[in-house]
């Protein structure tokens, strides 16, 4: 069960065939062998165009200027998120490309080989949520687009559970559509991507020029004043607006792994998510701010939801386009953000019963089962109670994986026992405690003050721990933190080094063997 490290660091098994019978394999979690890892800085550009382009990021700039920011103040609050988040994205990512796993395998060598399977479906069951809504928001906009092309009888159709059944059939059909491309596999996920990148900027662009004309240029819409100003009040709102702008990519953080392992090398995929992620929600943001506030101008209020902007348009040709370019989008974004995380996630769970296709299908399941068009009712629940809370949790299980896989283990990990039952991976019944310790202190004190202004939001105003209060508008930076600290208090005194037989081989063409190193084994038993 050798180890082939080759000139460029990345890592294969000599033999794949050694971990085969093992019951926490299969073909979807199996290390990429190298001839299949050949995604280019072009491939990790335009999925990050493609998610990054989408109806919910654009209402993370449209909802700051519904809750009162100008558009200086959006900007800065989304770009600077943004840059933030890129930085555990980028540590996670690299063990996807030097040993060709994904987010789940890879979370194995920390919470163990069970224990991952809590990581990981934490990871899932958010990418159930965002699947939801973002079909959600596809269907709104199939409704929209129909409804101008047949009138009055679809959009005025009879009421089923407060909608028109023409809405919920919408949902469906945009439903039914990611399933066929998911069930075609990765490869087809990479090509939908790679097709629609360009389409998505289109479709926005054609929403921002009617916009201009409308709004009579860009003097009206970059005076509007911020409610807020530049004083305490845009301070106590911009900690958590930071926070949530942060949270919206803490999935991503996580499970980057599950795209870098087809990565043809370390700085190809680095660059392509460095020159990707700032830039494209950097664009997606000023459009966002652009039209929002021009929709203030032409209808006197901050209308945050682009489908319900584009409907009052005038010209159906315009109203088509737009929002079937939006549309585009929005299915390039959950395929590739909601839809192949939780496909791995749950297939880990039960490697030989669930394939990437099933946890696919169980994924679009859980999308509707969660109920999304509610999460997306208002700016504040979107905002401060769905991106913060969750992005704190998962905050933590970065902070963890981040901890080990830098600080601890050095980047070394050994992977054959990622599938080895009572391995070096197993400690105790499958599971770390001390991860999950790190884990666990790292969310309570992220999420444990969860509060909500009175009437604005699930949570009870003093907070679910009234002492923890003053961390929950820093969420995602408390979780972090935490997490790592303690994991590191924990494994303090234990090697983190891995004892490896490898060998390294010259254009992956001939084996040479090295010299063996062997050091204490950073397991429980």
Same mark, same amino acid.
């Given at each position: 069960?050798?180890?082939? /490290?080759?000139?460029?660091?990345?890592?294969?098994?000599?033999?794949?065939?050694? $971990?085969?019978?093992?019951?926490? %394999?299969?073909?979807?979690?199996?290390?990429?062998?190298?001839?299949?890892?050949?995604?280019?800085?072009?491939?990790?550009?335009?999925?990050?165009?493609?998610?990054?382009?989408?109806?919910?990021?654009?209402? &993370?700039?449209?909802?700051?200027?519904?809750?009162?920011?100008?558009?200086? /103040?959006?900007?800065?609050?989304?770009?600077?998120?943004?840059?933030?988040?890129?930085?555990?994205?980028?540590?996670?990512?690299?063990?996807?490309?030097?040993?060709?796993?994904? =987010?789940?395998?890879?979370?194995?060598?920390?919470?163990?080989?069970?224990?991952?399977?809590?990581?990981?479906?934490? #990871?899932?069951?958010?990418?159930?949520?965002?699947?939801?809504?973002?079909?959600?928001?596809?269907?709104?906009?199939?409704?929209?687009?129909?409804?101008?092309?047949?009138?009055?009888?679809?959009?005025? *159709?009879?009421?089923?559970?407060?909608?028109?059944?023409?809405?919920?059939?919408?949902?469906?059909?945009?439903?039914?559509?990611?399933?066929?491309?998911?069930? #075609?596999?990765?490869?087809?996920?990479?090509?939908?991507?790679?097709?629609?990148?360009?389409?998505?900027?289109?479709?926005?662009?054609?929403?921002?020029?009617?916009?201009?004309?409308?709004?009579?240029?860009?003097?009206?819409?970059?005076?509007?004043?911020?409610?807020?100003?530049?004083?305490?009040?845009?301070?106590?709102?911009?900690?958590?607006?930071?926070?949530?702008?942060?949270?919206?990519?803490?999935?991503?953080?996580?499970?980057?792994?599950? +795209?870098?392992?087809?990565?043809?090398? /370390?700085?190809?995929?680095?660059?392509?998510?460095?020159?990707?992620?700032?830039?494209?929600?950097? +664009?997606?943001?000023?459009?966002?701010?652009? @039209?929002?506030?021009?929709?203030?101008?032409?209808?006197?209020?901050?209308?945050?939801?682009?489908?319900?902007?584009?409907?009052? =348009?005038?010209?159906?040709?315009?109203?088509?386009?737009?929002?079937?370019?939006?549309?585009? *989008?929005?299915?390039?974004?959950? &395929?590739?953000?909601?839809?192949? !995380?939780?496909?791995?996630?749950?297939?880990?769970?039960?490697?030989?019963?669930? !394939?990437?296709?099933?946890?696919?299908?169980?994924?679009?399941?859980?999308?509707?089962?969660?109920?999304?068009?509610? &999460?997306?009712?208002?700016?504040?629940?979107?905002?401060?109670?769905?991106?913060? +809370?969750?992005?704190?949790?998962?905050?933590?299980?970065?902070?963890?994986?981040?901890?080990?896989?830098?600080?601890?283990?050095?980047?070394?990990?050994?992977?054959?026992?990622?599938?080895?039952?009572?391995?070096?991976?197993?400690?105790?019944?499958?599971?770390?405690?001390?991860?999950?310790?790190?884990?666990?202190?790292?969310? $309570?004190?992220?999420?444990?003050?969860?509060?909500?202004?009175?009437?604005?939001?699930?949570?009870?105003?003093?907070? &679910?721990?009234?002492?923890?209060?003053? +961390?929950?508008?820093?969420?995602?930076?408390?979780?972090?933190?935490?997490?790592?600290? @303690? %994991?590191?208090?924990?494994?303090?005194?234990?090697?983190? !080094?891995?004892?490896?037989?490898?060998?390294?081989?010259?254009?992956?063409?001939?084996?040479?063997?090295?010299?063996?190193?062997?050091?204490?084994?950073?397991?429980?038993?």
């Amino acid at each position: 069960m050798a180890q082939v /490290q080759h000139p460029d660091g990345r890592i294969e098994l000599a033999d794949a065939t050694s $971990v085969h019978g093992s019951r926490f %394999y299969n073909a979807e979690l199996a290390p990429v062998p190298i001839e299949r890892r050949t995604w280019t800085t072009y491939n990790y550009f335009a999925l990050w165009m493609g998610m990054a382009h989408n109806i919910p990021s654009y209402l &993370l700039a449209s909802g700051l200027i519904a809750i009162g920011m100008n558009w200086a /103040q959006a900007f800065l609050t989304i770009t600077l998120g943004n840059l933030i988040v890129l930085a555990p994205m980028l540590l996670n990512s690299h063990a996807g490309t030097k040993y060709g796993i994904p =987010f789940p395998v890879f979370a194995r060598a920390f919470y163990g080989i069970r224990g991952a399977n809590l990581a990981a479906l934490l #990871r899932g069951f958010i990418a159930c949520g965002w699947f939801g809504i973002q079909t959600w928001v596809g269907g709104s906009a199939i409704f929209v687009i129909l409804g101008r092309l047949i009138g009055d009888s679809w959009t005025g *159709a009879a009421e089923v559970f407060g909608q028109p059944w023409t809405m919920w059939l919408g949902f469906l059909l945009f439903w039914a559509f990611q399933m066929v491309i998911i069930w #075609r596999g990765m490869d087809a996920v990479r090509r939908f991507e790679n097709w629609t990148a360009p389409l998505v900027t289109v479709g926005f662009l054609i929403l921002l020029a009617w916009v201009l004309v409308k709004a009579g240029g860009l003097g009206p819409i970059f005076s509007q004043p911020s409610r807020l100003g530049w004083g305490a009040d845009f301070w106590t709102v911009f900690a958590p607006s930071l926070m949530g702008m942060i949270a919206f990519w803490a999935t991503l953080s996580l499970n980057m792994p599950d +795209f870098t392992r087809f990565g043809s090398s /370390q700085r190809r995929q680095a660059w392509g998510q460095i020159l990707g992620l700032p830039t494209t929600m950097s +664009f997606m943001a000023i459009v966002s701010i652009m @039209v929002t506030s021009g929709g203030i101008v032409i209808y006197g209020e901050a209308i945050w939801d682009p489908v319900e902007l584009a409907s009052r =348009f005038d010209s159906p040709v315009v109203v088509v386009l737009s929002l079937l370019m939006l549309g585009l *989008a929005t299915v390039s974004a959950n &395929l590739a953000a909601n839809v192949v !995380s939780p496909s791995y996630d749950f297939s880990n769970a039960f490697p030989k019963r669930i !394939s990437f296709r099933v946890g696919g299908l169980i994924t679009g399941v859980l999308g509707i089962a969660i109920q999304p068009w509610r &999460l997306i009712s208002d700016p504040n629940i979107y905002i401060f109670a769905w991106l913060n +809370f969750y992005g704190g949790v998962l905050a933590a299980v970065a902070g963890v994986l981040v901890a080990g896989y830098w600080v601890h283990t050095r980047t070394r990990l050994e992977l054959a026992e990622l599938f080895t039952e009572r391995g070096r991976y197993w400690f105790r019944g499958g599971w770390n405690w001390r991860a999950l310790v790190a884990s666990a202190v790292g969310a $309570v004190l992220a999420v444990g003050g969860a509060y909500s202004e009175p009437g604005a939001g699930p949570f009870p105003a003093d907070g &679910l721990i009234p002492p923890l209060r003053m +961390f929950y508008d820093y969420s995602w930076l408390a979780g972090l933190a935490a997490a790592f600290v @303690v %994991y590191l208090l924990l494994s303090a005194g234990r090697s983190g !080094s891995v004892h490896t037989t490898e060998h390294s081989t010259k254009e992956g063409t001939s084996d040479r063997p090295r010299e063996s190193r062997t050091d204490p084994a950073a397991v429980d038993g």
